[in-house]
């Protein structure tokens, strides 16, 4: 039981790092009380690790439901026409999404986890990575206008990911600046296999030593040269609970009241089902990053999701969601069971208790650095598609007409590179420029393209032979031909020449669709006028309803 326990404690401090800064960013970003974001990191920790089935998933306040939550609290800020939710009240619809995602774990809503295809997936990991290096960024020189936590290409301050890029040249802080270049060179050295190799040095993990090697730059900075130091709005900014009274001040709980409020169950259904997908793709994720192969039972994973949500709600915590970027902090940090997550939650409740002024002392730089090199681990299975864009290039490049080498020979794996590539690229670009959910869906819609044209181009097997001066055309049909094949059938029924023979077999087909078989009804009974003999070997016709 205990032999990961130093892995799991060495992961689990480096994903607190990871984890704290994104809590309070995204609270924040939300637009609301920094104690709620570091409530729901607890939550996220503790409560959903223990009931999940992931050993790697981590748990906490998403990035991705940035908009749903501020369209909830400030809806005029979108233009939309419907009532403003107190907090107290946005709590409770946070309580009842978490009670829906229960019910779709009972149902067992997961298994459309497993329909995603793993192009998707790689588009939407490398899709994260790419933005979590552009985002950090402007962290790592010292502007820090947009929360740390905000994910979104369209910025609330009405810059975007590229322009925040150039807009940083003009407040760049050179004390942060250094600081933040020091630490990510830092961390590429402690990632490098000359440290890895050393049996004391690899004891530690990278990320704090570059934490502490920042606070400890930072302090010289302050000593020799002030005017050179971190200034006090890029350290880490902790809510102040120093007293009962502050602690008391900063807690928010639901709105019971507010249950009748159909506006309130609205926006908690909605919570729920886009916190359900999120968490859905970010298990499927996290599995295909797992060094071990497990694969996260998602209906049990809806499930701790959904108490995760009602707990936090309970006690002030805004929602929650499985996230990619802390998640891929555990596995690159070597965790090996859930131990690990919990123990972050742990870190996170002791630290705003106990230890908050030790983390004001941290640059915003330092963690920019951490997150920026955990973006870059992310975004790098992007090179194990450069075989398949060449592949996929060589492919576009013969259907213009131009002679490639080996081009039979390869025909079939260019075919399949376009098919894995377009989806992958869709999801990447659209999540660049939007968000993760849009993404996704735009990189599931290329996917089904390909899927639909596939099974156009292939409901059955043609054999075609000319005997004794008449065309013998024989046909197979596949296992399942559906509605979308009828084209294919009414296709090759107009082409077939009169005085004609056309056998179709469907023996081994377990369904076919009552589109098709009308259509195959129709060409047996209208072939006669075209003297072509049609016979059916395992199909029965069906009765064709008049149109006149």
């Not at 403003?84 to 946070?94: E, H, K, M, N």
């Not at 807009?167 to 990510?184: E, K, Q």
């Not at 050295?189 to 704090?208: A, D, M, Q, Y």
């Not at 409020?261 to 919570?271: I, K, M, P």
Request: proline share 4%; hydrophobic share 50%.
């Amino acid at each position: 039981m205990f032999k990961n326990i130093g892995a799991d404690l060495k992961a689990g401090l480096v994903v607190f790092l990871v984890a704290l800064p994104l809590c309070l960013g995204i609270s924040v970003a939300q637009g609301v009380n920094p104690l709620a974001g570091l409530i729901a990191g607890i939550v996220g920790g503790i409560v959903v690790s223990i009931i999940s089935g992931s050993n790697l998933s981590v748990s906490g306040p998403a990035a991705g439901l940035t908009a749903t939550v501020l369209a909830a609290l400030f809806p005029e800020k979108f233009g939309l026409n419907i009532p403003a939710l107190t907090f107290d009240g946005f709590l409770l619809a946070v309580m009842i999404a978490g009670g829906f995602q229960i019910l779709l774990g009972v149902l067992k809503a997961g298994i459309i986890g497993h329909y995603i295809p793993v192009s998707v997936i790689k588009g939407m990991l490398s899709g994260i990575g790419i933005i979590l290096v552009v985002k950090q960024i402007p962290h790592l020189f010292g502007y820090d206008n947009d929360p740390e936590g905000d994910f979104q290409f369209i910025q609330m301050d009405g810059e975007n990911s590229f322009t925040e890029l150039v807009h940083m040249l003009n407040y760049i802080s050179p004390g942060t600046a250094a600081v933040g270049v020091f630490c990510i060179l830092l961390l590429m050295f402690w990632n490098s296999r000359l440290v890895k190799k050393n049996k004391i040095l690899s004891l530690f993990p990278g990320p704090l030593v570059v934490v502490i090697a920042g606070v400890l730059l930072n302090t010289l900075l302050k000593n020799i040269a002030p005017n050179f130091s971190v200034q006090p709005q890029h350290l880490v900014d902790m809510p102040d609970l120093s007293t009962w009274e502050k602690l008391k001040g900063n807690m928010h709980f639901p709105d019971f009241s507010m249950i009748k409020e159909l506006h309130v169950w609205g926006v908690g259904l909605t919570l729920g089902l886009i916190a359900s997908i999120e968490s859905l793709l970010g298990v499927e994720a996290v599995d295909k990053l797992d060094p071990d192969f497990n694969t996260t039972p998602t209906n049990r994973e809806l499930v701790a999701q959904g108490v995760g949500n009602m707990v936090s709600g309970f006690i002030g915590g805004i929602p929650i969601t499985s996230v990619i970027v802390r998640s891929a902090a555990n596995v690159n940090a070597g965790a090996k069971t859930k131990f690990a997550s919990i123990f972050h939650g742990v870190l996170i409740l002791v630290s705003v208790f106990l230890i908050p002024f030790a983390l004001e002392l941290i640059p915003l730089s330092a963690l920019a650095a951490i997150l920026i090199l955990t973006g870059w681990k992310l975004a790098k299975p992007t090179s194990n598609n450069i075989k398949t864009f060449f592949a996929s290039l060589r492919w576009l490049i013969s259907k213009m007409g131009v002679t490639i080498k080996d081009k039979e020979k390869n025909s079939e794996i260019l075919r399949e590179g376009v098919a894995q590539l377009l989806p992958f690229a869709v999801t990447l670009m659209v999540m660049l420029f939007t968000d993760l959910l849009k993404g996704v869906a735009a990189g599931l819609f290329v996917g089904i393209i390909f899927i639909l044209r596939q099974n156009f181009k292939d409901p059955f097997r043609l054999l075609s032979d000319t005997i004794e001066g008449q065309k013998h055309y024989f046909i197979r049909l596949q296992q399942n031909v559906t509605f979308i094949n009828k084209g294919k059938f009414l296709e090759f029924f107009h082409s077939v020449e009169p005085g004609a023979k056309v056998v179709i077999d469907g023996g081994r087909s377990t369904f076919i669709d009552r589109d098709v078989l009308e259509a195959i009804t129709e060409f047996k009974q209208s072939s006669k006028m075209k003297n072509i003999d049609v016979i059916l070997e395992g199909i029965e016709e069906v009765e064709i309803l008049s149109q006149h």
